[in-house]
């Protein structure tokens, strides 16, 4: 099972995208497990993660954490401002999905 990993400052901004990106993802029938953490917690995430989506409060950690990412193979990026304000879960999901390798 692939999974996504929401990355914000303290994982509770993103609980909500989290939870349209799960409705989504069960309209189209997708085994994915998708969860919300904290900054903090992002290492921690990285033995279990298949792709990680930063919140755009976080965006300037993208190039450490993309470091950090990179000898477990892992893409790291940075939700669209719009899809993340504007709780687009299918927009960020197809994202997601797109950088699965």
């Known amino acids: 099972m ?3 990993v929401l990355c914000c400052a303290a994982g509770m901004s993103t609980s ?4 349209r990106m799960q409705n989504e993802a069960q309209k189209r029938e997708l085994a994915v497990e998708i ?3 904290a900054a ?3 290492e921690a995430e990285l033995p279990t993660a298949s792709v990680v989506l930063l919140g ?5 950690e993208l190039a ?3 470091q950090l990412a990179e000898p477990h193979g892992l893409q790291v ?3 669209d401002m719009m899809d993340y304000g504007t709780l687009r879960g ?3 999901l197809d994202k997601a999905l797109s950088l699965i390798a």
């Open 2 to 4: 692939k999974k996504i």
């Open 16 to 19: 909500m995208l989290v939870k």
């Open 35 to 37: 969860v919300a953490v």
């Open 40 to 42: 903090a917690d992002f």
């Open 56 to 60: 755009p409060q976080v965006k300037y």
């Open 64 to 66: 450490r954490f993309s």
């Open 77 to 79: 990026a940075v939700i």
């Open 90 to 92: 299918d927009k960020v």
